[in-house]
């Protein structure tokens, strides 16, 4: 595929998410390579989420495979700091298949040392998870904007944890411009709060266990996404849907 009609779009899908239990508080979080230490928390963390995703967009390589089959969407792993700042551990979560796993596995391997966490002023090892977004700002990309979900009572941008409860045994809907109803390849739920991230997937539009498990888990003050893959023409086409829940 030409360059000129190829662009590559990484983002994180939220901010770097600790992944950790809270079983205690850490007094500093890890900070990405190249922020100033002596700034205040806020800055440093502002610096870290920049610097992260500076280095990701230059280093990450969309898959020829997954570019080929337009496929986008997100990846999620996690990955261990030590002690020392060293990265090590690193796993996929969840994975869009055609080696984009692979790619974001070794954008995490070549990152720099960190800064670690402390915690009582020692130096300690901390978990966490990293969302990236694989999107091809191409015609099919933009056409997914023409897509929508369709869940039981819950619309707009918001919800609440008994509204996405009582909906939960309800069947998601996804249709097109024209009001046809797409057969649905994959379901994924993710629910962010605090840095914190909790994915559950399914094929097709069935809910499963994990997922209504995790939609037990949903709280106030988070944020709930459905992603959903369709195909059209022979091609993937990824839709997302967030809710801020109250």
Same mark, same amino acid.
């Given at each position: 595929?030409?360059?000129?009609?190829?662009?590559?779009?990484?983002?994180?899908?939220?901010?770097?998410?600790?992944?950790?239990?809270?079983?205690?508080?850490?007094?500093?979080?890890?900070?990405?390579?190249?922020?100033?230490?002596?700034?205040?928390?806020?800055?440093?963390?502002?610096?870290?989420?920049?610097?992260?995703?500076?280095?990701?967009?230059?280093?990450?390589?969309?898959?020829?495979?997954?570019?080929?089959?337009?496929?986008?969407? &997100? #990846? =999620?792993? %996690?990955?261990?700091?030590?002690?020392?700042?060293?990265? $090590? +551990?690193?796993? !996929?979560?969840?994975? /869009?298949?055609?080696?984009?796993?692979?790619?974001?596995? &070794? #954008? =995490?391997? %070549?990152?720099?040392?960190?800064?670690?966490?402390?915690? $009582? +002023?020692?130096? !300690?090892?901390?978990? /966490?998870?990293?969302?990236?977004?694989?999107?091809?700002? &191409?015609?099919?990309?933009?056409?997914?904007?023409?897509?929508?979900?369709?869940?039981?009572?819950?619309?707009?941008?918001?919800?609440?944890?008994?509204?996405?409860?009582?909906?939960?045994?309800?069947?998601?809907?996804?249709?097109?411009?024209?009001?046809?109803?797409?057969?649905?390849?994959?379901?994924?739920?993710?629910?962010?709060?605090?840095?914190?991230?909790?994915?559950?997937?399914?094929?097709?539009?069935?809910?499963?266990?994990?997922?209504?498990?995790?939609?037990?888990?949903?709280?106030?003050?988070?944020?709930?996404?459905?992603?959903?893959?369709?195909?059209?023409?022979?091609?993937?086409?990824?839709?997302?849907?967030?809710?801020?829940?109250?």
């Amino acid at each position: 595929m030409k360059k000129t009609i190829l662009f590559l779009l990484i983002s994180l899908f939220s901010n770097l998410c600790l992944a950790q239990q809270d079983t205690f508080r850490m007094d500093k979080q890890p900070i990405f390579s190249g922020c100033p230490t002596e700034k205040n928390l806020s800055e440093q963390k502002k610096c870290s989420d920049e610097s992260l995703l500076k280095f990701i967009a230059e280093n990450l390589k969309y898959p020829a495979a997954a570019a080929e089959k337009k496929l986008e969407g &997100t #990846v =999620v792993v %996690s990955f261990l700091v030590d002690e020392t700042g060293q990265v $090590s +551990g690193e796993n !996929v979560l969840r994975d /869009l298949g055609l080696g984009c796993g692979e790619a974001a596995l &070794t #954008v =995490v391997r %070549s990152m720099p040392s960190w800064f670690p966490a402390e915690q $009582s +002023g020692k130096k !300690v090892k901390t978990k /966490l998870t990293l969302p990236i977004r694989f999107s091809l700002k &191409t015609k099919e990309a933009e056409d997914a904007q023409k897509f929508s979900i369709h869940w039981g009572s819950v619309r707009g941008d918001k919800t609440s944890k008994s509204q996405l409860s009582a909906t939960a045994s309800e069947q998601i809907f996804v249709r097109d411009a024209f009001g046809n109803a797409m057969k649905i390849a994959e379901l994924v739920f993710i629910f962010e709060k605090k840095r914190k991230s909790r994915t559950a997937k399914v094929a097709g539009s069935t809910l499963d266990k994990s997922m209504k498990k995790l939609v037990k888990r949903v709280s106030p003050g988070g944020t709930f996404t459905i992603s959903v893959s369709v195909q059209q023409a022979g091609k993937f086409v990824v839709i997302e849907k967030s809710f801020h829940v109250e």
